[in-house]
Nanobody
């Protein structure tokens, strides 16, 4: 599976962005899909995950209520709608695919494939 993230950019605090992650191949619906982020000088952290059919979603406490993860299996794409953005949301955002028999993991090592990342910068 190859993953291509897009949709990042520069936005003012309080603004919104929608990230997309397009996957190649015919097996997209067999993967839980997650979003992670890494800010300069910090470790990569979990943001959100959605199960194979979209029935389960989990969020980091820091984004709960502001971010929404969704997927369209017909388009092999997962999305991250980010609202009420804060400067602390500034990071490179990565999408990732997890083939484990769970409903979604918050742990990066559980993921099999990673996209190249898209930069999100939130100005104050």
């Amino acid at each position: 599976v190859q993953l291509q993230a897009s949709g990042g950019g520069l936005v003012q605090a309080g603004g919104s962005l929608r990230l997309s992650c397009a996957a190649s191949g015919r097996t997209f619906s067999t993967y839980n899909m997650g979003w992670f982020r890494q800010a300069p000088g910090k470790e990569r952290e979990f943001v959100a995950v959605i199960s194979r059919r979209g029935g389960s979603t989990y969020y980091a406490d820091s984004v709960k209520g502001r971010f929404t993860i969704s997927r369209d299996n017909a388009k092999n794409t997962v999305y991250l709608q980010m609202n009420s953005l804060k400067p602390e949301d500034t990071a490179v955002y990565y999408c990732a695919a997890d083939s484990s028999a769970t409903s979604g993991s918050r742990s990066g090592p559980m993921y099999d494939y990673w996209g190249q990342g898209t930069q999100v910068t939130v100005s104050s």
